[in-house]
């Protein structure tokens, strides 16, 4: 099946600094989404792409959408311990018809110290 | 405003027992999914409902089977419990195909 490559694995930084992980594949997406997963918690929605070359900022996090379909980063600036967690990328593949299922990256740990 | 609910939320089982998982969702969303997540793997796909009368095999279906049971549930079964199906499990929900996925907390199951 699909593959999506997320790197880093995983990310210690201090408080403050910036943050940058990304997800790559070998085929087209058309919808790129990024997620966060607290511990002890599910998933949840950060940042929805829909368009190659879009770029979308929620507070201190931006995410954007390759302009070759196949990509897309997320950049959190500023960081502060509230953004430990996993984070992962999720893509829809291009089908050319209806495709209700997401391949996910494995996901990045990131780990902030204060 | 409870979204995607899954119970229970945590279950120790013995091999070769039985058991379902509930997961409803109050966002009247057509399409519902179950994962599961292992420590390094990520998210992988159990089965999924893309619409209400709807079911198919997702990456992972070996040992289990589902059942949309109305629009707002979709449950999972496992019929008979093993030691390699011990994991967290999540169910999630979306309006349409192109619409981002929304995930319950989860249900940590350990087969003993």
């Known amino acids: 099946g699909q593959q999506l490559n997320q790197s880093p694995q995983s990310m210690f930084i201090q408080e403050g600094e910036d943050v940058s992980m990304n997800c790559t594949s070998s085929s087209i997406f058309n919808t790129w989404l990024w997620y966060k997963q607290d511990p002890g918690e599910g998933p949840v929605l950060l940042i929805a792409l829909y368009k190659a070359g879009e770029l979308t900022s929620n507070g201190r996090l931006t995410a954007q959408f390759g302009t070759t379909r196949k990509d897309s980063f997320l950049n959190i600036s500023a960081s502060i311990p509230s953004d430990v967690g996993i984070y992962f990328c999720a893509g829809r593949p291009y089908s050319g018809g209806s495709n209700y299922k997401l391949t996910f990256g494995k996901g990045t740990l990131l780990t902030v110290n204060p | 405003n409870a979204g995607v609910t899954q119970t229970p939320k945590f279950q120790v089982l013995k091999t070769g027992q039985s058991m379902t998982l509930q997961c409803a969702q109050d966002?009247?969303?057509?399409?519902m999914y179950w994962y599961r997540q292992d420590p390094g793997m990520g998210l992988r796909l159990i089965y999924y409902?893309?619409?209400?009368?709807?079911?198919d095999k997702g990456e992972v279906p070996n040992g289990y089977n589902v059942s949309r049971l109305n629009k707002r549930e979709f449950s999972l079964r496992l019929e008979s419990a093993a030691p390699s199906q011990t994991s967290v499990y999540f169910c999630?929900?979306?309006?349409?195909?192109?619409?981002?996925?929304?995930f319950g907390d989860g249900t940590r199951l350990s087969i003993l």
């Open positions: 409902s893309a619409s209400e009368g709807t079911t």
């Open positions: 966002m009247n969303h057509n399409s």
């Open positions: 999630a929900s979306t309006s349409g195909n192109n619409q981002p996925q929304h």
